[in-house]
């Protein structure tokens, strides 16, 4: 068994390694756009234009290349912070289905929604009489609300805490509310995310067979795995057990966290039952449990009377007892602690292992 340093040092690696394990694609769309719009936001402000997602300039002067261009790179740093925290909690899904088939959406999505702003453009300007083919908002944005169609169907609601009666907080609420903020971030980005949504459900219900023209070829998947893998993948710890890929981030990091806990837990015992060893003695339980010692000798001296008016001891769960003794605890030791404890397992153990 390791040591309770290396324990520690083991848990802060893990945690380093929960953020971007296994999800080299959600890596690079965190990086390389952001890196690219603070570029463009800070240092060339006069190559934005270039970069600008301008459907009037496609339609009118057939600048195709805007509707890549413009769809890559946000040029304004709030749209870029909010996307990358979504790609970030998103990234589930890449490690559920694989980087072939997480990109494979998101090109899907991407293509798909171009198609639907272009359409939705059209709408507004013959219903309203509005012309917004010129002011939509740049940025891999579509593809990013389109992940929340699979969020929505497959991720399921774990309930966090009740606030005004029926309505309560769950694992997605910060999700939503995040998705929510970026919404309402600009006058007609409702028109690219509105188009994402929808590109979203038609690739995630299979529509027309999209996920099958729209996907990324096996040979081009290795070819960037190999070219690119090395760049962005983050590297798996060795020595650790593997862990069920839990429904959402919360859960994953909780299963990975509690396993975690169980070393260090272990490891931490190990270490107190050596110096208890070493002192040759047993737990101090004046110093954990004063007021119970002092309870007790005061009904020591007061004799049988005063055992008589004395409440009857806790009873004690047998199951936590052989849990406790099942960790290398005395029995006695046990019994003290759970009925200190008001029969509260975590609160003995962490009273067994301090002191």
């Known amino acids: ?30 990086l390389v756009p952001s890196a690219l719009s603070l570029l463009l936001t800070l240092l060339l402000p006069h190559c ?33 912070f909010c996307s990358s925290l979504l790609i970030y909690n998103f990234r589930i899904f890449e490690r559920r289905y694989g980087s072939r088939k997480f990109a494979s959406f998101l090109l899907g999505s991407w293509v798909l929604s171009a198609l639907f702003d272009l359409i939705l453009v059209e709408a507004v300007q013959y219903l309203v009489g509005v012309t917004v083919a010129n002011n939509l908002p740049s940025g891999f944005l579509a593809p990013v609300f389109a992940l929340f169609v699979p969020f929505y169907r497959s991720i399921p609601r774990v309930q966090v805490a009740h606030i005004l009666g029926p309505l309560s907080i769950t694992n997605k609420t910060l999700i939503y509310i995040l998705g929510l903020q970026l919404f309402t971030s600009g006058s007609h980005i409702w028109i690219v995310a509105i188009s994402g949504l929808i590109a979203g459900m038609c690739y995630d219900r299979e529509v027309f067979q999209v996920h099958q023209v729209l996907r ?10 190999w070219a690119l893998g090395p760049v962005f993948s983050s590297s798996e710890p060795t020595s650790e057990a593997r862990v069920g890929m839990g429904a959402t981030v919360d859960i994953q990091r909780q299963q990975r966290m509690e396993q975690l806990d169980r070393q260090l837990m272990l490891s931490q015992f190990a270490h107190v039952r050596r110096q208890r060893q070493q002192q040759g003695g047993m737990i101090n339980w004046n110093r954990l449990f004063p007021p119970l010692r002092q309870r007790r000798n005061i009904n020591y001296q007061d004799g049988p009377r005063s055992e008589q008016r004395a409440s009857p001891p806790l009873e004690v769960s047998e199951e936590q007892v052989a849990r406790l ?21 975590n609160v003995a153990t962490n009273f067994l292992l301090q002191h």
């Open 1 to 30: 068994m390791m040591s309770f340093g290396q324990a520690a040092e083991w848990l802060c690696g893990e945690v380093r390694g929960l953020l971007l394990n296994k999800a080299p694609l959600s890596k690079s769309l965190l």
């Open 48 to 80: 934005q234009k270039l970069f600008a997602y301008d459907l009037h300039a496609v339609k009118n002067d057939f600048q195709v290349w805007r509707l890549i261009c413009g769809r890559i790179v946000c040029l304004d740093l709030k749209d870029t």
């Open 325 to 345: 003794m099942e960790m290398g605890f005395s029995r006695g030791d046990a019994l003290e602690a759970l009925r200190a404890s008001n029969n509260d397992l």
């Open 216 to 225: 990324i070829p096996g040979s081009v998947a290795q070819f960037f795995s």
